[in-house]
């Protein structure tokens, strides 16, 4: 199947996936645009697994929704862009996403500064029975550091 670039908002591509997969692997972007902690349960399986959680976070789900919360109240409309996506064999789905946002609430150890925010990552997840059971993923954390802390905008 060849790679598929886009810039569809992760809402829109909930709506127009094609792939159960493909749509589940949205809806986990758009449970942080939309603050939606309690959607962690729709889309992550009781006992999945993180392989890159943050330091001191809790592993599996609960690190979800920490994560899940920790995006709500520390930024406001945050809007994630599937920039590039692939699935591929054995439920694996690759996505590279842009997160745009204000930061105007406590975050990462930082007080809301009200400057903006333009991250990009990527997160490699694999969905059985319409549940992400496996995470990877890699966010531009430095990035965000210095944009919270100075509004700087590296590039």
Known sequence: MPAISTANT???MVRSATSTALR???RELELYDTGDV???DEVFAPDMIDH???TDAASGIEGMRASIAAVRDGFTGTQHRILFHQELPGGWIVLHWRMTSTH???AFGFAASGNPVDINGQDIMRVVDGKITE?????ELLKL???ISTGAQSG
């Open 38 to 40: 309690a959607g962690a």
């Open 135 to 139: 995470l990877y993923h890699v966010e």
């Open 52 to 54: 890159n959680p943050a």
């Open 104 to 106: 105007t609430g406590d």
């Open 10 to 12: 992760a809402s829109e």
């Open 24 to 26: 589940v692997a949205a």
């Open 145 to 147: 550091t210095q944009q």
